[in-house]
């Protein structure tokens, strides 16, 4: 069956764009989360939804960065006036149930690079 | 202030031995406990889990094992195959289901 999908796969831009990453989980999976990875780091952890409510967003590192996923399904990442420092490699990954003793599933990630 | 540690960042073992991959935590609140393992251009992929009730969890060729007292899991691979070799990442889960991933360690398996 269909995986995790992400897209685009790789977006560069430039300072001071903004950019909309996608992600679009597993059909029927209950919650979604967004983690950025830097280079010989570990996932950490951004944002998360059970449906299309955001449950906890207190790994966004500031006001730039906003996540939604209004009809419980497919969920966008935006990061308005990017910077440099915001680039990285974003990934989504879903669960079928909330909460934990879950595994979770997750996409290929979206490579930003800012110019 | 990094909750999930693993120290080291590269394994090498030769084909056929034993895969010791450690991490460390520091929260007490962390409940559940998974490896992933990641090759490159991919996703991590989920290996194997253990519930903070148990210390051991088995499967195949792979075992984790959790020492609560001392906030320390390991990952024994057994025997090691060459198709092993990736990189490693433990992650604690908070009740939510937050991951908190470590550094990961990349594992070589040479034939």
């Known amino acids: 069956g269909a995986g995790v999908s992400q897209s685009p796969r790789y977006k560069v831009t430039k300072r001071g764009q903004d950019v909309a990453l996608r992600c679009d989980p597993i059909s029927g999976h209950v919650s979604l989360y967004w983690y950025r990875q830097a280079l010989g780091q570990g996932p950490e952890f951004l944002t998360y939804?059970?449906?299309?409510?955001?449950?906890?967003k207190s790994g966004l590192p500031n006001d730039r960065f906003s996540a939604e996923r209004p009809e419980g399904s497919i969920s966008t990442l935006t990061i308005q006036r990017t910077e440099q420092r915001d680039s990285a490699m974003y990934r989504c990954?879903?669960?079928?149930?909330?909460?934990?003793?879950?595994?979770?599933?997750f996409g290929p990630g979206t490579r930003l690079t800012v110019l | 202030d990094q909750q999930v540690k693993q120290n080291s960042p590269s394994l090498s073992v030769q084909e056929g031995r034993i895969s010791i991959l450690n991490c460390d935590y520091t929260?007490?609140?962390?409940?559940?406990f998974l490896w992933y393992k990641k090759y490159p251009a991919e996703g991590p992929t989920f290996l194997i889990s253990i519930s903070s009730i148990k210390d051991k969890n088995e499967d195949g060729r792979f075992t984790v094992f959790l020492n609560k007292s001392a906030k320390h899991l390991s990952l024994h691979i057994v025997p090691s195959q060459p198709g092993d070799s990736a990189v490693y990442f433990c992650a604690a889960s908070s009740p939510t289901g937050k991951l908190i991933f470590g550094q990961g360690t990349t594992l070589q398996v040479k034939p």
């Open positions: 990954a879903s669960s079928p149930e909330a909460g934990s003793y879950n595994e979770q599933f």
């Open positions: 939804f059970n449906y299309e409510a955001q449950q906890d």
């Open positions: 929260n007490s609140m962390f409940d559940y």
